[in-house]
């Protein structure tokens, strides 16, 4: 069984920080990345930011310069620091590892079960 479990939502006034988390458990060989995605009220799940086993990252147009990804890979956990929020970046935050699991060929993609974070003008 693999868990992911984000934490750290709520909700902000606009030009404020958060920082969420996301720990992953279970019977886990490696982690090749970890994303966050977001899906606001009525829109589709987008992307938000990656970053690899490697440390590279990468960040979606609308959050750059804002949002800073980061990972420990001690812990298995994914980081994702929100500056300068806007209400428009009110949305349910998920995140996404790809990882190999202990006799599985092949990595695979598992999902948390999101955390919401509002942002208030």
């Known amino acids: 069984q693999v868990q992911l479990v984000e934490s750290g939502g709520g909700l902000v006034q606009a030009g404020g920080s958060l920082r969420l988390s996301c720990a992953a458990s279970?019977?886990?060989?490696?982690?090749?990345?970890m994303a966050w995605y977001r899906q606001a009220p009525g829109k589709q799940r987008e992307f938000v930011a990656v970053?690899?086993?490697?440390?590279?990252?990468n960040y979606a147009d609308s959050v750059k310069a804002r949002f800073t990804i980061s990972r420990d890979s001690a812990k298995n956990t994914a980081y994702l620091q929100m500056n300068s929020l806007t209400p428009e970046d009110t949305a349910v935050y998920y995140c996404?590892?790809?990882?190999?699991?202990?006799?599985?060929?092949?990595?695979?993609?598992?999902w948390g079960k999101g955390t919401l974070v509002t942002v208030s003008s």
């Open positions: 279970g019977t886990i060989v490696s982690i090749k990345s």
């Open positions: 970053i690899t086993n490697g440390g590279s990252t």
């Open positions: 996404k590892a790809a990882l190999r699991r202990i006799g599985w060929p092949a990595d695979m993609d598992y």
